[in-house]
């Protein structure tokens, strides 16, 4: 069985002298009784829709059904092809595909929900965008999504994923936390390092709320979608740097747990509080009915 905590994993892949997408990839196999090929396939077929999720914006001005969004992933790539950004065509690039898969998502789109469809651009982002520059085969982005997988499998464990449970930062938060780890674990970290990149990605975002405007995932969620982007893309050099997480993972995650609980019920996917009930978001939602 998935060990209980990062602890744990970081041990028994140290014991083991295996990868943290190893370490996933074997217990997985244990649980469903499945063949390693079969479960690499279909995390090979998650990959493949990410990759037409995270371009198909980027050249394409998508419309979400309700109108709120969309066209921004365009934009972005009109910005990025003029190649006079502040940040550089890496992060710039890494923005777009986030957004592409966001406005795919509200459009009525396939997407993975990684982990959640309110996160969905995150993921494939950071990991597509790496994994181009530092010229990853397919196979290691699969093992990518493995390490991505485990990092997922502890928050489920000991925090939520929701964003009606735990806020935006179970939602935005994990996947960058995820994201950053599997990015750590691509530029040659150890366990260690991917778990140190998880838990300042989760320290960074603890209480973001989830206050999605007019009830749709859509607004602010999208340009959440960029900040966990960004984020899991820094934090992972600064752990490739060998900057170190004060706070471990386990006790970030549970701190998450913690603060998710005491957050008002307004906060948590309800649109009940937040940028949902202000003045501009209520005549939006009005506009809508």
């Not at 999605?212 to 982007?229: D, F, H, M, Y």
């Not at 949902?276 to 939602?285: D, G, L, N, Y």
Request: hydrophobic share 45%; with cysteine.
């Amino acid at each position: 069985m998935f060990k209980n905590t990062a602890k744990e994993v970081i041990e028994e892949c140290n014991k083991e002298n295996i990868h943290l997408w190893e370490y996933t990839l074997k217990e997985e196999v244990i649980r469903s009784g499945l063949p390693e090929k079969e479960i690499t396939d279909r995390m090979r077929r998650n990959l493949q829709v990410m990759k037409v999720a995270s371009e198909y914006g980027r050249y394409h001005k998508v419309k979400s059904v309700s109108g709120l969004i969309g066209g921004d992933a365009f934009r972005l790539q009109k910005y990025l092809d003029k190649g006079e950004s502040l940040t550089g065509n890496f992060i710039i690039k890494a923005m777009a595909r986030s957004l592409s898969c966001s406005e795919v998502n509200a459009s009525m789109g396939k997407i993975v929900a990684s982990p959640t469809a309110g996160s969905c651009g995150i993921l494939p982002a950071v990991i597509l965008t790496v994994g181009e520059k530092l010229n990853k085969s397919e196979a290691e982005l699969i093992q990518a999504l493995f390490t991505a997988s485990g990092v997922g499998i502890l928050i489920a464990k000991n925090a939520s994923l929701s964003g009606a449970e735990g806020g935006c930062m179970a939602e935005c938060g994990s996947a960058a936390a995820m994201g950053a780890a599997s990015v750590v674990e691509m530029m040659g970290g150890t366990p260690e390092m991917c778990f140190d990149a998880a838990s300042i990605v989760i320290k960074n975002v603890l209480g973001l709320v989830c206050d999605p405007v007019a009830g749709l995932v859509e607004v602010p969620c999208a340009k959440r979608n960029i900040s966990g982007t960004v984020s899991a893309l820094t934090i992972a050099d600064l752990v490739m740097a060998g900057v170190k997480s004060v706070i471990p993972f386990d006790d970030s995650v549970l701190a998450m747990n913690s603060i998710g609980k005491s957050m008002a019920c307004e906060l948590k996917e309800t649109a009940m509080g937040g940028l949902a009930v202000t003045p501009t978001a209520r005549k939006i939602k009005d506009s809508l009915l």
